[in-house]
């Protein structure tokens, strides 16, 4: 079993949807959780940042982490075309320095 | 003009054949990282480098070979190349005590 499992879909939406990612890790010790966006022929980019347990909000995106699951989500809310890309969760332990990444969802938001 | 850039974008070679991936960054980072995508198998760690001395195997190193000529170059070596190496290869920095890392716009690699 991988550290880090990340259904790669596609996931396929319509334009307005809201729209929800994640992950499941297996390993306590992660405490930092981020997600990566990857547009087509194009290298990571990241997204959204979080420390431990919690929620933190950008505009139309929410990450939340709840450790007592070992489970992260990404919320879109509003979704749009220009969101149709590969996200890739990651995390990585405290005092570590190299994270460990999901597989990636490809997301596909059609008109 | 882009923070972190790499060469080629785009290579096919033969089995058997030495090939070098290059990296090279202009946003002052002292760490870079390797690492190769492959559908369904997401980002896989190569190798990585915390300074210019310091080169650390990753999760697959094995085929790969390094090298670190300054701060900002760090070439990625595939000294016989075999098919189940053709992917998308990605360079990454980051800045010490950071979390994030900031990739190059990766180079596709097909082995024949």
């Known amino acids: 079993q991988k550290e880090v499992e990340q259904d790669p879909g596609p996931l396929s939406v319509p334009e307005g949807a809201i729209v929800s990612l994640n992950c499941t890790y297996s390993?306590?010790?992660?405490?930092?959780f981020m997600w990566y966006r990857q547009y087509s022929r194009k290298g990571p980019e990241l997204l959204m940042y979080?420390?431990?347990?919690g929620n933190k909000e950008d505009g139309r995106f929410t990450a939340q982490v709840d450790k007592s699951s070992k489970y992260i989500s990404l919320f879109i809310r509003d979704s749009q075309p220009s969101d149709s890309a590969t996200y890739l969760c990651?995390?990585?332990?405290?005092?570590?320095?190299?994270?460990?990444f999901g597989r990636g969802t490809s997301l596909i938001v059609h008109p | 003009d882009a923070d972190v850039t790499q060469t080629p974008r785009n290579r096919i070679t033969k089995t058997g054949k030495r090939i070098m991936l290059e990296c090279s960054q202009t946003k002052g980072h002292d760490r870079m990282y390797w690492y190769r995508q492959d559908p369904g198998l997401g980002l896989r760690l190569i190798y990585y480098s915390f300074d210019v001395k310091d080169i650390n195997k990753g999760e697959i190193s094995d085929g790969y070979s390094v090298s670190r000529q300054a701060q900002a170059k760090f070439s990625l070596s595939l000294e016989s190349a075999i098919p189940n190496q053709t992917a998308l290869y990605f360079c990454?920095?980051?800045?010490?005590?950071?979390?994030?890392?900031?990739f190059g716009p990766g180079t596709r690699l097909t082995v024949t």
């Open positions: 990454a920095t980051s800045d010490a005590g950071s979390y994030e890392q900031y």
């Open positions: 979080t420390y431990s347990s």
């Open positions: 990651a995390m990585k332990k405290g005092g570590s320095y190299i994270p460990t």
């Open positions: 390993n306590s010790a992660f405490q930092y």
